[in-house]
C-alpha cells in the first residue's frame, strides 16, 4: 500500500513573539517543526504501514530549509521524503499549494494521502479538502480513527459537533485527521541514522509539469495586502484587595456589562 | 514580483529580521536580501524604520464584471439555521449595501424556514433540495454550491468556519478556481473597486492580515462562528424565495455514511458557548476540576481548558481551548489558573470579555484581560460561585 | 564541559534526554507515589530503539558501547532515577550474556531485548549474602540434562518484571569459591516464583523483588561459560556496569542541581534572588565541581573500557564510588537549597535525594568499593602509569 503524508515545516510557535512593548512580532529564535497536526497525520501513516504493510512518502512544499522537517519525518517512521520546491512556488496560497502537492501525489501515485488538520501558522485547514478536489478523490475530513482498509476501501471514525460518524470510502482517499486519533512516537535511534543518510529529491515546477505561472503569487487568487499586529484595545483592569472585595468588584463590572 | 531593497536607504539595521514570522529576510555584508521562503506579506515593510522595503506586484488582472451580489451559505443542523447564518446576513446586508447590491441566503435542505433569513437582511433566499443533501456530505453539499455559483454569479459567498464549513467549503472555492479566505474575524468593502477585505489571524492570532481576491470570481470567506454580532432587522421584507429541485444534478457522494455515534461526552460545544470558564496547570491536580465545574455551573457555561491539564489527564481533550485544541469566540471567558501563553490565548482571544484569576501578577494573560484578579484561586473562584448563586437566589 | 562525543553519542544522549523530558517527567512523581513499575516507558524506550544501544549488531542491536549505556542512563536518570535504573538493569542483565554467552545463546536471548520485547536482570544477592557475595546459598545440582536450582535472591531490580535472570549460583560446595556458576533462568519455568515485592526509600518505581527456586530446572544450555566461572563472571559484569551505575549518579544529581538553581535564580529573600547569596553561590558552585569531576570520572571510564583498556576494576569502583558519594552530597544539599519547599514532596528533589541513596548501596556498597581500590593501589604501589 503506498501512504503519503504531507507535511509543513512551521515556525515553533515559541518562536514568534508578541514584543508587548513595542507591539512587534519579534522571533526569539529559529527553530522550525513539523506542524504539529502533521505529527500525528505522520504517525497515523506509520501505524497504516504497520499493520498494512506498504510504503511510507512524506512530501512538503517550501523552500530548501524545509528539507530538515523531511529528515525529521524520516526519524519518525516514514521510507522516504520528498521535497517539493521551487522559487515559482514562492507566496502560494491554499489553492496554489494543493495544486502542487495534487500534482506530486498524481506523480508518485498513492493509495491514501494524509494530512493533518491545519497549520499552527496558516491555520486556513484548506489544503487537504482542496487536495481532494484536484485529484477527484474522496475526502475524509476530522479523521479520529481509521478502523479498517480492506477490498479497496478505507472506513473511519471522524469527528462532528456532537458525536462521531462512521465513514467509507474508495481507494485512492485524502484524509485530515485530528489530535485525538494517536500520540505521536518519539524518533527511534535507527530513524535518526536513517533520516542523517537519507536522499532527499527535490522535484520542481518542471519535474511536476506545472506552468510556473499557475503557481506561486501569480497562481494564487488571494493576496496579502496587509499583515499587521493586532492592537490590543482592551485596557485591561486589575481588581486588587482580598478575594471578597476582587470577587464583589468583578461581579459588579460584568453585571454591568450585562455578561451575568 | 518580489520584495524590493533600496540599497541606499538600507541600514543593516535587522529591524526586518525580527519582524519577519518566516525567518525570510536577513541582512548580509549589512544589506537586507530576501530568501526563497518569502511570500510577500510585508510585515518587514511595515518594521523598516528608513522604508526601505517594497512589494513589488504585479498589476492583478481585472475581476470579470459580470459577477453581483452578495451571498450567504446558511447552514442548518437539527432541521433549523445555525447562529452562524445570522450573524453572516447581519454582516452581509452592511457589505452589500456599501456594494449597492442584493443580499442572498444559499440553503441546502428546505427545513429552515426562509422567512427567518429574510429576518436578518436577505433579500432573496435559494432552497436547494436534493436528497444527496440529507447525509451531510461534503462533497455533495460543495458540488451543489458550485453549480449554483456557476449559473448565478454572486461576487462574494461567505460561509461559517464550522467544522462542516471548513471541511466542504475549500471544496468549492477548488471547483470554482476562485480564492477562499479561511476563519475570517473581520470584513469590510473596498466600494470602488468592489473587493472584499479579508481580515483574519494567522500565526495563533499573533499577526492580522488583510487578504483580497482580486481576479477570481466569487470571492469567498469563511467566518469565524460568534465574532459577528447578530441583528434581525425592524421591518424586515419578504424575500423572494428560489425553490431549486437539484435531485437530478446532485453527485453521488465519494464518501459512505455508514453510522453516527452521539457522544454526550463530546456535547461540549464550547463554539457555542456565550460563557465558558476555564482552567489551568494552577489547579495542580484533576479534582480541582470541580470547582471550574461549579463555577460554570452557576453562570450556566461551558467548561474548557489549558493544554497541560489535557495532556495531564485532568480533563478530556474534548475541552481543550487554544491552538492545538477548540477556538472559541464567547461574550465571557473566565480563565482559573491559566498563565496565558501564546498557544491557550490564540484559541480564546476574540472572546469579548476576559477575566483572568491567576496568583502570578506576571501571568501573560494579565496583558489580555478585561479584568485581572491576581491572588489565590482556590479562594477567588469558590467565593465566586457562590456570590454569583446569592446573585441568581436574589434575582 | 565538551566531552567531544561521537555522532552516535550525541543521537543516544539528546533522544534519551527527549524521551525523559516529554515522557517521564509528567509521570515520575506518580510512579514514585504508586510504587509502579514504569511498562509504558518501558515501551517507549524500545520503539526508540534505546534497548538496542548495549547490544551487539548482529543481534538487532546499535553496537554501542560502555559510554553510550552511560550518556542515555544519565540523561535518564537526570528526570527519575527509577525508570533510569529499570532501564539500567536490563543492560545489567545480559552482560554476562555479551562477555561470556555462545552464539546460541546470544541468538536466543539477545533480540528480544534488543526489540525491547523482553527485560532482563541480574541476580546475586541473598538475603545471608550481600556484600559478602561467595556466601550464596542458591544451588544448581546437575541431573541429566539441567540443572535443578532450590534456593532463593533477595532484591533483585527488574525481579517479577524481567523474564530474563542472569543468576550466579553454587554449582559446586566443596569447590568454595570456584564451585559458582551463572545460570539464565526464565521467567515461567516450574519452580520459578517470585517473593515479596520490596516497599523502598526510593527508586520506588523500579520493582524489587525476591526470587524463589524450589526444584527448578534449567537445561543445561543455559549454562553461561563453564562451570566454576560464576565469581569471575560476576565480578567482570559489574567491572562492566559500575560506569552506569555512576552514571546514574551523574544524572540524579544533575537533576537536583539543575532545580536548585532555578530555585536560587527565583527564590527572593532579604529583596532579592537567593542565587545573590554568597552562601548559596558556594553551595552552587561546590555542587557543579562535584558533578562535573564524577562525570568526568565516569566517561573516561567508559572510553576505556569501550577503547580495549584491560585494566579497569579499579577505574570503574572509583567512578561508582565518588559519583554515588557526590550524589547524595549534591542532592543533599539541593533540597537544603530548596529549604522548607525541598522537604516537601510536591517538590521534585526530595524524592532525588531518596533516589540517590542507592546508588551508595547497590553494584558493591562504597564500603566494597574503598576495598576493591585498596587492594588494586596496592598492586600498583600507588604508582600512576
Redesign the interface.
Same mark, same amino acid.
Given at each position: 500500500m503506498r501512504i503519503v503524508v504531507c507535511i509543513k515545516q512551521v /515556525?515553533g510557535?515559541?518562536s514568534?513573539?508578541?514584543d =508587548?512593548k513595542t507591539n512587534?512580532?519579534? $522571533?526569539t529564535g529559529?527553530e522550525?517543526i513539523i506542524n504539529?497536526?502533521d505529527t500525528h497525520a505522520l504517525e497515523e501513516g506509520v501505524r497504516l504501514k504497520e499493520r498494512s504493510g506498504g510504503a511510507l512518502t512524506v512530501i512538503t512544499m517550501?523552500? /530548501?530549509?524545509a528539507e530538515q522537517a523531511l529528515r525529521d519525518a524520516i526519524s519518525l517512521g516514514a521510507d522516504e521524503a520528498l521535497l517539493l520546491?521551487d =522559487?515559482a512556488f514562492?507566496?502560494?496560497?491554499?489553492?496554489s499549494t494543493?495544486h502542487v502537492l495534487a500534482a506530486a501525489l498524481s506523480k508518485l501515485g498513492f493509495d491514501i494521502a494524509l494530512c493533518g488538520r491545519q497549520t499552527?501558522?496558516?491555520?486556513?485547514?484548506?489544503?487537504?479538502?482542496?487536495l481532494?478536489? @484536484?485529484l477527484g478523490? =474522496?475526502?475524509?475530513?476530522?479523521v479520529s480513527k481509521v478502523e479498517a482498509i480492506e477490498d479497496g476501501c478505507v $472506513?473511519v471514525?471522524r469527528?462532528?459537533?456532537?458525536? @462521531?460518524?462512521?465513514?467509507?470510502?474508495?481507494l485512492p482517499?485524502v484524509m485530515?485527521v485530528v489530535?485525538?486519533i494517536n500520540v505521536p512516537?518519539? /524518533?527511534?535511534?535507527?530513524?535518526?541514522?536513517r533520516s542523517?543518510s537519507a536522499k532527499v529529491p527535490v522535484w520542481n515546477a518542471a519535474d511536476l509539469g506545472i506552468d510556473p505561472e499557475a503557481v506561486g503569487?501569480?497562481g494564487?487568487?488571494?493576496?496579502?495586502? $496587509?499583515?499587521?499586529?493586532?492592537k $490590543?484595545i482592551?485596557q485591561?483592569?486589575?481588581?486588587?484587595g482580598t478575594?471578597?472585595a476582587?470577587?464583589?468588584t468583578?461581579?459588579e463590572?460584568?453585571?454591568g456589562?450585562r455578561?451575568? | 514580483m518580489g520584495l524590493e531593497i533600496d540599497r541606499e536607504a538600507c541600514t543593516g539595521c535587522e529591524a526586518c529580521v525580527s519582524a519577519c514570522p518566516f525567518a525570510a529576510i536577513q541582512v548580509t555584508d549589512g544589506i537586507a536580501r530576501a530568501l526563497p521562503g518569502c511570500n510577500l506579506c510585508g510585515a518587514c515593510t511595515d518594521a523598516c524604520p528608513t522604508d526601505a522595503i517594497s512589494v513589488l506586484a504585479k498589476e492583478a488582472a481585472p475581476a470579470p464584471e459580470d459577477y453581483r451580489g452578495v451571498w450567504v451559505f446558511a447552514e442548518q443542523r437539527g432541521g433549523r439555521f445555525k447562529p452562524s447564518a445570522f450573524e453572516l446576513l447581519t454582516e452581509g446586508r452592511r457589505l452589500a449595501a456599501t456594494l449597492e447590491t442584493e443580499l442572498c441566503a444559499v440553503c441546502l435542505g428546505d427545513e429552515g424556514e426562509p422567512s427567518e433569513l429574510a429576518s436578518y437582511g436577505a433579500q432573496r433566499v435559494y432552497v436547494l433540495t436534493a436528497d444527496a443533501f440529507a447525509d451531510g456530505r461534503e462533497d455533495v453539499c460543495a458540488q451543489a454550491l458550485a453549480d449554483l455559483v456557476r449559473e448565478r454569479k454572486p461576487e462574494v459567498l461567505l460561509a461559517a468556519a464550522s467544522p462542516f464549513g471548513r471541511a466542504c467549503i475549500p471544496q468549492v472555492a477548488s471547483m470554482l478556481k476562485t480564492g477562499l479566505t479561511a476563519d475570517c474575524t473581520g470584513l469590510d468593502v473596498d466600494a470602488e473597486k468592489r473587493l472584499l477585505l479579508q481580515t483574519r489571524p494567522t500565526f495563533g492570532g499573533n499577526i492580522m492580515a488583510t487578504i483580497i481576491c482580486p481576479s477570481s470570481r466569487p470571492q469567498m470567506a469563511t467566518v469565524r462562528p460568534h465574532v459577528f454580532p447578530r441583528g434581525p432587522i425592524e421591518t424586515p421584507s419578504a424575500a423572494e424565495v428560489v425553490r431549486l429541485d437539484f435531485s437530478r444534478r446532485a453527485v453521488t457522494s465519494r464518501t459512505r455514511l455508514l453510522g453516527f455515534v452521539e457522544e454526550l461526552s463530546n456535547k461540549v460545544n464550547l463554539e457555542e458557548a456565550d460563557i465558558i470558564v476555564s482552567g489551568g496547570r494552577g489547579l495542580g491536580k484533576a479534582e480541582n476540576f470541580a470547582l471550574i465545574r461549579e463555577l460554570a455551573d452557576a453562570l450556566g457555561a461551558g467548561v474548557g481548558a489549558s493544554r497541560p491539564t489535557v495532556d495531564e489527564g485532568w480533563i478530556p481533550y474534548a475541552h481543550q481551548v487554544g491552538q492545538t485544541g477548540k477556538t472559541v469566540s464567547p461574550k465571557l471567558y473566565i480563565a482559573c489558573g491559566i498563565s496565558g501563553a501564546v498557544q491557550h490565548l490564540a484559541g480564546m482571544q476574540t472572546s469579548k470579555c476576559i477575566v483572568a484569576i491567576n496568583e502570578d501578577p506576571n501571568a501573560p494573560i494579565f496583558s489580555s484581560a478585561t479584568y485581572g484578579l491576581v491572588g489565590d484561586l482556590f479562594e477567588i473562584v469558590p467565593r465566586l460561585t457562590e456570590r454569583l448563586r446569592r446573585r441568581k437566589g436574589e434575582a | 564541559m565538551q566531552y567531544f562525543l561521537n555522532e552516535q553519542q550525541e543521537t543516544v544522549r539528546s533522544l534519551a534526554r527527549r524521551i525523559a523530558e516529554e515522557r517521564i517527567l509528567p509521570v515520575r512523581a506518580e510512579l514514585d507515589e504508586r510504587e509502579e513499575f514504569p511498562w509504558n516507558l518501558m515501551h517507549e524506550l524500545a520503539n526508540a530503539d534505546m534497548f538496542r544501544v548495549f547490544i551487539p549488531g548482529q543481534y538487532g542491536g546499535l553496537d554501542g558501547g560502555i559510554l553510550d549505556l552511560c550518556l542515555a542512563v544519565e540523561e535518564l536518570s537526570r528526570v527519575c532515577g527509577g525508570v533510569a535504573v529499570s532501564y539500567a538493569a536490563n543492560a545489567l542483565g545480559v552482560e554476562p550474556l555479551l562477555g561470556f554467552g555462545t552464539p546460541e545463546q546470544k541468538q536466543r536471548f539477545l533480540p528480544d531485548v534488543a526489540d525491547g520485547k523482553r527485560l532482563a536482570a541480574f541476580a546475586i544477592t541473598e538475603s545471608v549474602a550481600g556484600s559478602d557475595a561467595s556466601a550464596i546459598q542458591t544451588t544448581a545440582i546437575r541431573d541429566g540434562d539441567s540443572y535443578v536450582v532450590n534456593g532463593s535472591k533477595q532484591f533483585i531490580t527488574n525481579g517479577g518484571e524481567a523474564e530474563i535472570y542472569s543468576m550466579v549460583v553454587v554449582t559446586d560446595h566443596a569447590k568454595g569459591s570456584r564451585g559458582a556458576s551463572v545460570l539464565v533462568i526464565e521467567k515461567g519455568t516450574p519452580g520459578f516464583t517470585f517473593g515479596k515485592k520490596e516497599t523502598k526509600l526510593g527508586i520506588r518505581s523500579s520493582a524489587t523483588r525476591e526470587l524463589v527456586f524450589h526444584n527448578c530446572r534449567v537445561p543445561k544450555d543455559n549454562l553461561v561459560g563453564r562451570e566454576g566461572m560464576g565469581y569471575i563472571i560476576a565480578l567482570k559484569t559489574f567491572d562492566r556496569s559500575r560506569p552506569c551505575i555512576g552514571a546514574q549518579a551523574v544524572g540524579i544529581a544533575q537533576g537536583a542541581f539543575e532545580a536548585a538553581v532555578e530555585h536560587a535564580r527565583t527564590r527572593l529573600q532579604f529583596g532579592k534572588p537567593i542565587s545573590s547569596l554568597q552562601a548559596i553561590q558556594h553551595m552552587l558552585a561546590d555542587m557543579a565541581t562535584d558533578i562535573e569531576a564524577a562525570r568526568a570520572l565516569v566517561y573516561v571510564t567508559a572510553r576505556g573500557i569501550d577503547g580495549g583498556d584491560k585494566a579497569y576494576t579499579e577505574a570503574s569502583a572509583m567512578a561508582k564510588l565518588f559519583a554515588s558519594d557526590m550524589a547524595m552530597r549534591v542532592t543533599t544539599n539541593a533540597v537544603q537549597v530548596l529549604g522548607g519547599s525541598g522537604y516537601m514532596r510536591d517538590y521534585p528533589v526530595e524524592k532525588m535525594m531518596r533516589d540517590a541513596k542507592i546508588t551508595q548501596i547497590y553494584e558493591g556498597t562504597n564500603q566494597v568499593m574503598r576495598n576493591v581500590i585498596a587492594i588494586e593501589l596496592l598492586k600498583r604501589r600507588g604508582k600512576h602509569a
Open positions: /515556525p510557535t515559541t514568534v513573539a508578541l =508587548p512587534t512580532l519579534v $522571533r529559529i522550525s504539529p497536526f517550501g523552500p /530548501p530549509q520546491s =522559487p514562492a507566496g502560494s496560497d491554499t489553492l494543493s499552527v501558522d496558516g491555520d486556513t485547514g484548506q489544503v487537504g479538502p482542496e481532494s478536489q @484536484h478523490v =474522496p475526502f475524509l475530513a476530522y $472506513r471514525e469527528m462532528v459537533e456532537d458525536g @462521531h460518524e462512521v465513514l467509507e470510502a474508495s482517499a485530515s489530535k485525538e512516537r518519539l /524518533p527511534s535511534l535507527r530513524g535518526m541514522a542523517k503569487l501569480a494564487s487568487p488571494t493576496r496579502v495586502v $496587509r499583515v499587521f499586529t493586532p $490590543r482592551i485591561g483592569e486589575i481588581l486588587t478575594a471578597d476582587q470577587v464583589e468583578l461581579v463590572r460584568l453585571a456589562a455578561l451575568v | - | -
